[in-house]
Structures are given as structure tokens and as C-alpha cells.
């Protein structure tokens, strides 16, 4: 008999609908259940492509004898984390500070009837094994806490949640770290501690890839050129493109790396390291002019586009790192399945270049990579580089077509609108940089879909969406996320429903999500459910933290539209992580990029002329074409009415002739005018290269 899951939407809670364990969601019939009988809860929070959150299922939630341990004994109650990142982010917590400072899904928490956490970890066998406790003696000694020792969990679990909402509302005001362009400069001096010179990437396994850490750098060597920032960038990103971490026949990244060179990738693939890192590669192919860097950016949207993405334009969430119940099997060769398909000669070939062996390099099965450029591998055997690389894009054309029969990870097919937002900038990004069609139309089908989805008649968002349905209360980074994926749609279609729509997010932001006592920005809105904290969020996680979004957004829109309360706003943010930017950058990379555009230098550049005019066309293709990251642009055709009222204060006064004309602009007080298209493309080169 299904339990109460199997009435829910989320694909990790349906895939737990079968289990003898009597799950409830997340709600008011459980909690009141708890208090009732005064039994604890037991929380389980995973997400759909967890591994270990399929293995604890299988090894315990089915398990009859392990389901009637905690029916007779708990309230259970299983959430799926991209759901409700709320309660994550709150239990994470805890679990963490219960053991020391390590964390992960799946979550096990036991809370009172209060809500208040008293044990916690993460995964658990079903019995004890290599030094791991089981999860039977677990619930034997959270029993005989609650049943004989009932007063000091109690009081644990007190002490718990008051360092919990220590942790949550810490982030207030603090000027004892000025806002000065050093903290952005100081970063590759800090990064560099923790950089692995020989294959790239920051620290030791398992290994992240840090994408905004890489576009902090980026920017660093665009104020002041620095050999170590570009040096960090550029191996890491050719080392992650390189390794097993990359898809190399379908495109796009998973998520982690279990080893230090990228060779075994935790195989399940998420949008939003997928958005971000497309960004991050495109960020680097502007800056520095890798082309093969901008391969990836489009392999990465294609595959974004081809398989996670819905007919009504919103993008999926995630894909599983299990295939058929075995991780990675997907994605993994024998070498005789390559021999088999390609036949000898042209199958050893590619078996050099891509680590393919007998032996294998994966538990006796071979995940590609390339562990010397194509270059170096054609050099060594005498191959003719450029019939070698048109062989191997056949080869791979054939192996995906294989792999395509093969039964594909599952699929976790709900829309989050901040995963969303960060792939509709990816998209909007690329549009510009690759006069791509198909990727504007892409970002502007998104951003539709949200908009007549999950905006309710209020202007206020819902967070996620399946089969049709939107539901529950939209956070601080659905909002943030969206509305800069928003201004940077409309730079890319210049279309000023976008920045009206930027606007209203921005706006509800300041109404529902402000702390009154100043600050930075709590990650519910002030009318959401009643949590035992309401929690502040500025260091990133899998994502970029709320605060940090909205610090972005507000340095952009206040830009763009001269409101200084959008500038206090972000000040405000940033003031409050100025100590973490300047102590530990690498969990605050998001908020270090939004202090890049706050410290400026930050240029509003205003295009005048018709767009469908060839030279008007060529001045805006080459300034996408460049690397100017403290900018916003606008763009508007003299002869036609600005619609956006928004935009107004930015164009007054400004005038043109036949030819295209550039206001560049800083605070809202502009430089003459550039006229034509010679003076414009020369202004552009100063831009790109300030030094």
C-alpha cells in the first residue's frame, strides 16, 4: 500500500511512495501528530539524483523491520530539500554543528515535537559495518534518549536551535571591514593557499568546481592584470573540460568530482553547476579568447536544451547519477563496446585519447577523458591533428547515438525558478556573445513560462513546478536569481518588459524579505510558515546564497534605473559579508562578484540607433563580444518611444543622429557622445582592456 508520498509531486518524495516506512510530507497533519503523542520526528531530506539517498531507501526504508522501528516509535516525515531549501538550510545546520562540520544528503534529523533538532547525521547502513554505526543502533539510542533521558534532549536540543538562530541572524551590519576594492583583489593571493597547480581546482577530493571563485579571478585580472588569477582560471577550466567531471559526448558537467583530477565524477548532473559553469567558461573565452572554452559553453546549452528542458520552456532540475540501480552505468564503456562500434583501427585510436583500457579506469568500466590534449596525443603517434580531431567528432557522434539506446539516469523533471534564473542568464549571456537565436529564444521561452506559471496575480512567485502545478512560497534566491536573469535577457533582446519585471522582484524583495533592524536579507519572506528560525543565508552552497543574488540585482538595477535605495540595499549585503570576503572568499564568491560591480569602476553604456541597421549591429556584436564586467547596456532606436519608465532616467537628454551614437556613462554622469561606429569600436577596446 502506497503512504501518504504517493499523493505528493516531487519525484524524490513519489520515489519513496512505496516504502513500508509510513512517510508524511512536511505539514501541519504531522506536526500536530507529534505534539499529539509526543512521539519525536524523524526528517529524512534528500533530493532525487542523490546516490547515497537511493542506497539508504533500498538498505532501510524498505526494510519491514527497520519501517516498524520508526512507525511504532516516530512521526516520520520525508522533504525533498529543492523544495524546501528553508528546512535544509535550518537542519543542515544542526547536523552540522552535531558532527563537526560535516554535513550532507541523505539528512537524518530527530527533532522534539517543537521542531527542535537533538541528533542528526547523514547517511547510515542498517547495520553497523567498516567503523559506521548502523542505523538500528541510531534508533535504539534516540529512544532511550527521549524515553529515559527525556530532559537533557530536551535541553540539547534548546541549546541547538538557539546557536542555530545565533548562525542565522548573524548577518547584521558591520562596518569594522571597509567596502574597498581590496577584498575583490586580495582573492587570488587567498585562492591560491588551496589551488592545485596540477589539476586545477581548489583544495583536495572530493573536488567542487567553485565557479564563481573562477569569475571573481577573471575579474581581478580585468582591474589589474594578474598572471596567478588567469593562471587558476585556465587550468581549471581546461582540467574540469578534460576530465571525467565532462560529458564528452553528450555535453555538460556532473556535479562533483569524487578524486583531486577529475577523473570520477559523482555522475548526477544539476542545472544550476551546469548554468554556472557556462557561464564561468564564457566569462573566460571573452576574457581571454579560448575558443575551446567556448566549445564547452555551447556543448553544455545543448545539452540543456535537448534533455532538460520542458515543451512549455521551464528548465528541469535535475538527472540521476544511477542508472538501472548501478551509479554512473549510463555513461561507462568497455573497451570492447568502443572496438565493437567502431571497429579496430579508428576504436584504438580513440581509446588513446580517451583513457579507454582493458582494465578500465572505473570499477573495470572506463569513464572518458583526456588526460593529454588531443594535440599532444596526435604529435606523439604521428597523426594529422586535424584528420584525428574530424575522426573523433564522428566517433563520438556514434557513441552517443549508441548511448541513446541505453536505459537513461532518471530524471527529476520540476522547475525551481532560481535554478531557472541562473540558466536563463546562461542563455541570455550566450545569446549575446554567439549572436545565437536559438539561445535567446530559449531564455525568453523560460522567462515566459515562469511569468505565466508560477507568478501569481500579486507579482508574487511560487517556487517550484510539476506537471502543471506550481506551488509553494517562493525564496529569496528564486527572486534574486530570476530578476538578474532578467536585466541580462534584456540586454540580450532589449525588450523593457524584463526590466519592468526585474523591478517588481527587486521591489517585493524589499517588502517581504528586508530585516527591519537593517542588515542583510532573511531567505523567507515575512508572511511564510513559522520555522524555529528564520534564517539569514550569505555563504554559497550548491547554489549562489540569496543575499549575494540580490546584492547583484541591486547593484544592476540601481545602475541601470539611478534608484539609490537599490545601491543602499546591496551596501547593506555587502557590508554584512565584508568579514567572510575577506576571511574565507571562497564561500562568498557570489557576494565578491556583486562588490565588483558596487566598487565599480561600473559603466552604464547607453546604444542609440536602429538595430536592424548594419553598423548599429556591428557596434553592439563586438561590445557582446568582449569582456566588460562592471556594465549594464541600453539600447534604443531614437526614432521609436522607450515603453519602460524604469529606463527613462538613463536615456533623458540623450539624442542621436544617423549614425550609431554611444553615451558611456558612470552615476548617471556621461562622457560625450561616441558618434559612428569607428569612435565606437575604439571605445569599446578601452572597456575590455582598462589597463
Known amino acids: 500500500m502506497p503512504n501518504r508520498l504517493a499523493h505528493e509531486s516531487s519525484p524524490y518524495l513519489l520515489q519513496h511512495a512505496n516504502n513500508p516506512v509510513d512517510w508524511y510530507p512536511w505539514n501541519n497533519e504531522a506536526i500536530q501528530r507529534s505534539r499529539d503523542t509526543q512521539k519525536p520526528i524523524f526528517l529524512s531530506i534528500g533530493y532525487s539524483a542523490c546516490h547515497w539517498c537511493h542506497v539508504m531507501e533500498h538498505e532501510s526504508f524498505e526494510s519491514a523491520a527497520i519501517a516498524q522501528l520508526l512507525n511504532d516509535n516516530f512521526v516520520c516525515i520525508k522533504v525533498d ?11 543542515m545546520h544542526a547536523v552540522m554543528m552535531m558532527n563537526g562540520g560535516r554535513g550532507g544528503w541523505p539528512m537524518s534529523v530527530f527533532l522534539t515535537p517543537k521542531l527542535q533538532p537533538f541528533f542528526g547525521g547523514t547517511y547510515w547502513p542498517p547495520h553497523r559495518k567498516m567503523g559506521m554505526p548502523g542505523f538500528d543502533e541510531v534508533i535504539a539510542a534516540v529512544l532511550d534518549a527521549w524515553n529515559n533521558h527525556r530532559d537533557d534532549a530536551i535541553h540539547h536540543a534548546q541549546q541547538v536551535t538557539d546557536r542555530i538562530e545565533q548562525v542565522g541572524s548573524s548577518a547584521q551590519t558591520d562596518e569594522s571591514v571597509p567596502l574597498t576594492e581590496a577584498l575583490v583583489l586580495n582573492v587570488p593571493g587567498q585562492l591560491e593557499e588551496a589551488f592545485d597547480a596540477t589539476y586545477g581546482g581548489f583544495g583536495a577530493a572530493p573536488k567542487f568546481p567553485h565557479s564563481m571563485e573562477l569569475q571573481v579571478l577573471l575579474r581581478v585580472d580585468h582591474r589589474q592584470s594578474s598572471a596567478a588569477a588567469r593562471q587558476m582560471v585556465t587550468v581549471s577550466l581546461d582540467r574540469m573540460a578534460a576530465g ?16 583531486a583530477r577529475w577523473l570520477v565524477p559523482h555522475f548526477e548532473k544539476m542545472l544550476y553547476d551546469n548554468a554556472l559553469l557556462a557561464v564561468a567558461y564564457l566569462d573566460s573565452h571573452l576574457a581571454t579568447g579560448n575558443q575551446a572554452h567556448a566549445r564547452i559553453v555551447r556543448e553544455t546549452l545543448d545539452y540543456l536544451l535537448r534533455d532538460m528542458t520542458d515543451e512549455a520552456g521551464g528548465f528541469y532540475s535535475t538527472e540521476d547519477a544511477d542508472s538501472e540501480g548501478v551509479e554512473g552505468k549510463f555513461y561507462v564503456w568497455s573497451k570492447k563496446e568502443i572496438l ?31 588526460p593529454r590534449p588531443i594535440e599532444q596525443v596526435a604529435e606523439a603517434n604521428g597523426w594529422d591533428l586535424a584528420d584525428l580531431e574530424s575522426e573523433l567528432a564522428a566517433s563520438r557522434a556514434r557513441l552517443f547515438s549508441v548511448r541513446k539506446a541505453r ?40 522567462a515566459s513560462f515562469l511569468f505565466e506559471q508560477m507568478r501569481e496575480s500579486n507579482g508574487r512567485l511560487l517556487h517550484c513546478w510539476r506537471n502543471g502545478q506550481a506551488k509553494l512560497m517562493a525564496y529569496l534566491d528564486d527572486y534574486a536569481a530570476l530578476g538578474n536573469a532578467l536585466v541580462s535577457l534584456y540586454e540580450a533582446n532589449f525588450d523593457s518588459r524584463w526590466i519592468d519585471w526585474a523591478i517588481e522582484l527587486a521591489d517585493l524583495v524589499l ?41 547583484h540585482l541591486f547593484v544592476r538595477l540601481g545602475k541601470l534605473t539611478g534608484r539609490a535605495h537599490y545601491l543602499e540595499a546591496a551596501e547593506a549585503i555587502l557590508t554584512a559579508g565584508a568579514n567572510m570576503m575577506q576571511d574565507s572568499p571562497s564561500a562568498v564568491g557570489q557576494l565578491l562578484l556583486a562588490l565588483d560591480g558596487f566598487q565599480g569602476p561600473f559603466h552604464e553604456i547607453v546604444v542609440l540607433g536602429d538595430r536592424t541597421q548594419a553598423d548599429v549591429a556591428d557596434v553592439l ?7 566588460v564586467p562592471r556594465s549594464v547596456v541600453v539600447s534604443m532606436d531614437p526614432n521609436q518611444q522607450e515603453t519602460s519608465q524604469s529606463l527613462a532616467p538613463l536615456l ?10 554611444v553615451y558611456l556613462c558612470q552615476d548617471f554622469s556621461c562622457q560625450k557622445p561616441r558618434v559612428g561606429k569607428d569612435e565606437i569600436l575604439a571605445t569599446w577596446q578601452t572597456l575590455s582592456d582598462p589597463s
Do not use: M
Not at 533623458?652 to 549614425?659: E, M
Open 340 to 370: 565493437d562500434q567502431l571497429g579496430a583501427e579508428v576504436g584504438e585510436r580513440f581509446c588513446t585519447v580517451y583513457d579507454v583500457s582493458e582494465a578500465g579506469n572505473f570499477e573495470g568500466q572506463n569513464i572518458l577523458n583526456l
Open 407 to 446: 536505459v537513461r539516469p532518471g530524471l527529476d523533471d520540476k522547475v525551481i525558478v532560481c535554478w531557472n534564473g541562473l540558466a536563463i542568464d546562461a542563455f541570455a549571456r550566450a545569446a549575446r556573445v554567439f549572436d545565437g537565436s536559438r539561445y535567446r529564444v530559449a531564455a525568453e521561452k523560460a
Open 244 to 259: 571525467g567531471i565532462y560529458d564528452h559526448l553528450g555535453g555538460g558537467f556532473a556535479r562533483y568530482s569524487v578524486d
Open 621 to 627: 556584436r563586438d561590445l557582446d563580444s568582449r569582456f
Open 511 to 551: 517588502e517581504h524579505f528586508a530585516d527591519p533592524e537593517g542588515g542583510s536579507f532573511f531567505y523567507t519572506a515575512d508572511d511564510h510558515e513559522q520555522l524555529i528560525t528564520r534564517n539569514k543565508d550569505l555563504q554559497d552552497g550548491s547554489v549562489p546564497s540569496g543575499n549575494s543574488l540580490a546584492a
Open 81 to 91: 530539500r529543492e523544495e524546501r531549501p528553508d528546512l535544509d538550510q535550518i537542519y
Open 652 to 661: 533623458k537628454g540623450k539624442t542621436a543622429n544617423d549614425l550609431p551614437t
